[in-house]
């Protein structure tokens, strides 16, 4: 029953760090001011825990059409239902902890990694 670091990563979003602890991938995410992650969904449920900082959480329903904009401050606790995609905009300096039990699968949201690319410039 260990915390097993599994893998590191980053951009110059910020870092990443892929952690397992038995069948729970638990992934640690920085996203710097101005800088957003996610523009994707996932066949299965995810929990996001805002550690840090302050950023707008949108979400866009697939199945509904319907999108969700919010701005939230830390500490928070997100739900992120299936089939609902997801884009992270960092207001301020954010930490943020993923958490879920399955192997990974995301989809692509055009509308959301576009604006993540164009932050990025990428695009």
């Known amino acids: 029953m260990a915390l097993n670091l599994k893998n590191k990563g980053g951009d110059k979003r910020g870092k990443i760090l892929f952690f397992m602890h038995d069948n729970t991938k638990i992934n640690l995410f920085e996203i710097k001011r101005g800088f957003a992650r996610g523009g994707h969904y996932h066949p299965f449920n995810v929990v996001y825990i805002l550690l ?5 959480y949108r979400e866009f329903n697939i199945k509904t059409n319907i999108e969700t904009i919010k701005v939230l401050n830390a500490p928070i606790v997100i739900n992120n239902m299936t089939h609902t995609a997801n884009l ?3 207001i301020k300096n954010s930490l943020f902890v993923e958490i879920f039990s399955h192997d990974y699968k995301a989809k692509i949201y055009p509308k959301y990694r576009k604006i993540i690319e ?5 695009n």
Do not use: M, Q, R, Y
């Open 118 to 122: 164009e932050k990025l410039g990428n």
């Open 88 to 90: 992270i905009t960092a």
């Open 52 to 56: 840090s900082g302050k950023v707008e």
